[in-house]
């Protein structure tokens, strides 16, 4: 991404460890297991409703389940760090996402950031977060962000 954006005053900053942005994402995953538990819950009801309750029905109402949840997980990161650069999680820990030049932090950024969390939920993230200078997994890559301490 290009930006034309004349380059910031300053811009310090320390990168977060690992084990903080682990201990964000952990608090966030418990904030979101209801959400998980509750699609699952209409899942499976929808599935009987449904009348003939067998393994196809009940599948295909899980995985529609499953997708509508990664979407919301999504949306949760997007929203969150979109408008504040920090989720519940992040906010607890004490890190924050902003662009590596200083500049603002858009909600597009923030979309595409966490879309390609279901690229580094495959274990690509820990990958490049250990192997990057920056700390950086793909979504930052991709979007030129970093995670900081706030």
Not at 67 to 92: D, N, R
Not at 95 to 108: A, H, L, Q
Not at 117 to 139: C, H, M, T, W
Request: glycine share 8%; charged share 20%; aromatic share 12%.
């Amino acid at each position: 991404m290009v930006r034309n954006l004349p380059p910031p005053e300053k811009f310090d900053y320390k990168h977060s460890s690992i084990s903080r942005r682990l201990a964000a994402l952990t608090i966030d995953a418990i904030i979101f297991i209801p959400v998980f538990i509750a699609m699952d819950m209409a899942a499976q009801a929808f599935g009987i409703a449904a009348g003939e309750y067998n393994y196809y029905i009940k599948m295909e109402f899980r995985i529609i389940a499953t997708i509508v949840s990664i979407m919301l997980w999504i949306a949760y990161f997007a929203l969150f760090e979109g408008t504040t650069g920090q989720t519940i999680g992040k906010m607890i820990c004490g890190i924050k996402v902003v662009m590596e030049d200083g500049s603002p932090y858009r909600m597009e950024d923030a979309f595409i950031r966490n879309l390609l969390r279901i690229i580094d939920g495959l274990g690509v993230g820990a990958f490049f977060v250990i192997r990057s200078p920056k700390k950086q997994r793909l979504g930052d890559k991709v979007t030129e962000t970093i995670v900081v301490k706030k």
